[in-house]
């Protein structure tokens, strides 16, 4: 089996991969462009910022699983991998840390115009009377927007800094706010209203899109923060630029709408004639700690496919058919007894859409349970229970 990899891993990562008796391609700037031409006999693909399009997997013949190493899931075209049969994964989690540190990181060197500093000193001018004017994080109230294991992460350290935290997710409860030691407010609106810094923390997925909208970002504060270490989705970015460049409000971004896509580069944006606006390179997940814990999750993952056909994290599974019935046959473990109830059901025109099949302990029997878009007639259903050398018993079920 080969393995593709689009994005750098660290080595002992692609020795991991090697060690498993796999052929890995290690293509560390791959951009988008190259992807779309196909990825030659690579059954797995392993990315991490890189756009993996249609054109890529229609052109890949042989590609069965793509692993995100990371956690969203925004560059792979998701519904073109569904519709090719292809596994897509993820590694959630793993640089929670790492976002959360840049996160408030951001925070702090707005508030000290610590970038203006060094660019400041390294090209001669000192200028300690327009850098003595920072406010200070302490007592400031943060506000989060999603509160999932980063936005958590996020919580913990301002509040370290005695900042007080006021958070919106549609998952957050009451009694989890309290756990957190944090405010719950009901709607994103409020939590601008009440807040000093402003920090995302969501997926990029069609509810969240532009969920930081003209309405949210004219509701905070006078000079007020935005912090987005998220995907560059989740902000209007025209209303947000056009705060931005009225002085109102200040910006800490990681992402930003028309990233490159290569890895190194001229570019140019609009953002970088706002002196109030700090941007950093798409790194939040970018520390030595959290690329090898992402690592070594993208190559467990592809350990389980290899080894057992098992696809941790598989994130385009459909979770439940439509199919109305259900039939559960145990049975003796041996060649051609699933085949043979099968060709039944295909002689009668019904679609079996799931299929799962365990054995037992002794490896003697097991047992199929197969869901099923029309329910079988009473003479299939004597046919396959009447295999008596190797059906023990088949129940057709109604599903609710």
């Not at 902000?235 to 931005?244: F, G, M, P, T, V």
Request: with cysteine; aromatic share 4%; charged share 25%.
């Amino acid at each position: 089996m080969r393995v593709y990899i689009a994005d750098k891993l660290p080595e002992d990562a692609v020795n991991q991969l090697k060690k498993l008796k796999l052929d890995v391609v290690s293509n560390p700037k791959a951009t988008s462009a190259e992807l779309d031409k196909g990825i030659g006999q690579a059954q797995v693909l392993i990315v991490r910022s890189t756009v993996v399009s249609e054109s890529c997997i229609k052109n890949s013949p042989e590609l069965s699983l793509i692993i995100r190493a990371g956690a969203g899931v925004n560059n792979i075209n998701m519904s073109a991998a569904s519709d090719m049969g292809i596994y897509v994964a993820n590694c959630p989690g793993q640089n929670s840390i790492a976002v959360a540190e840049l996160t408030m990181g951001l925070i702090f060197s707005l508030d000290r115009y610590i970038a203006d500093n060094v660019s400041d000193f390294r090209a001669g001018k000192w200028n300690k009377a327009a850098f003595s004017k920072a406010e200070g994080v302490y007592g400031k109230v943060l506000g989060i927007v999603g509160t999932g294991q980063i936005g958590r992460e996020v919580i913990k350290r301002a509040q370290a800094f005695g900042m007080p935290v006021i958070a919106w997710s549609r998952s957050l409860t009451s009694e989890m706010a309290e756990e957190l030691d944090i405010e719950r407010a009901s709607t994103i609106d409020e939590v601008a209203k009440e807040c000093d810094v402003l920090s995302i923390h969501l997926a990029q997925n069609d509810h969240t899109k532009g969920i930081i909208s003209k309405k949210v970002l004219s509701a905070l504060k006078n000079g007020a923060m935005v912090i987005n270490t998220s995907r560059a989705g989740v902000i209007d970015e025209e209303a947000l630029y056009s705060e931005l460049k009225s002085g109102r409000l200040r910006a800490g971004l990681d992402v930003f709408n028309e990233e490159p896509e290569f890895k190194e580069g001229e570019f140019s944006n609009r953002m970088q004639q706002l002196d109030n606006v700090y941007v950093t390179h798409h790194v939040g997940a970018s520390t030595t700690q959290a690329q090898l814990a992402v690592a070594n999750d993208a190559v467990d993952i592809v350990r389980g496919y290899v080894q057992e056909g098992h696809v941790r994290n598989w994130l385009n599974r459909c979770e439940q058919t439509d199919a109305p019935w259900q039939i559960v046959v145990r049975h003796y473990d041996k060649p051609g007894v699933i085949a043979n109830v099968m060709t039944e059901l295909k002689d009668a025109d019904i679609n079996a859409q799931e299929l799962t099949n365990v054995i037992f302990d002794g490896k003697r029997t097991a047992c199929c349970t197969i869901q099923l878009d029309a329910k079988p007639s009473d003479k299939i259903m004597k046919s396959i229970r009447t295999r008596q050398d190797e059906v023990i018993s088949a129940t057709l079920l109604q599903r609710t």
